[in-house]
Nanobody
């Protein structure tokens, strides 16, 4: 059974930074594509960033390009999301997701809250 556990959320002032972490228990982390998604109140869940398993290719939503960086440490079965220059519109529950290439997002964490007051 594969479990994803996020941490690192919190309340931060606009312009500040946070680093989210997601540890994967079980499965084969190194082959998984890993991603971050977020869901703001009253809105649908949206894609934030993705990092490939085999090639570590990174993809970002336009809304976070240049501010957020996704990375992974296969030795620690962990994926990170470094968030800089945070804005009130970044307020959301952030979810970690993972999956094998071609199988979509098979595994999801329970989320961690990020709040940036306006």
């Amino acid at each position: 059974q594969v479990q994803l556990v996020e941490s690192g959320g919190g309340l931060v002032q606009a312009g500040g930074s946070l680093r989210l972490s997601c540890v994967v228990f079980g499965g084969s982390f190194s082959i998984y594509s890993m991603g971050w998604f977020r869901q703001a109140p009253g809105k649908e869940r949206e894609f934030v960033a993705r990092i490939g398993g085999s090639d570590a290719t990174r993809t970002y939503a336009d809304s976070v390009k240049g501010r957020f960086t996704i990375s992974r440490d296969d030795a620690k079965n962990t994926v990170y999301l470094q968030m800089n220059s945070l804005k009130p519109e970044d307020t959301a529950v952030y979810y970690c997701a993972g999956g094998r290439g071609g199988y979509g997002w098979e595994y999801w964490g329970h989320g961690t809250q990020v709040t940036v007051p306006s």
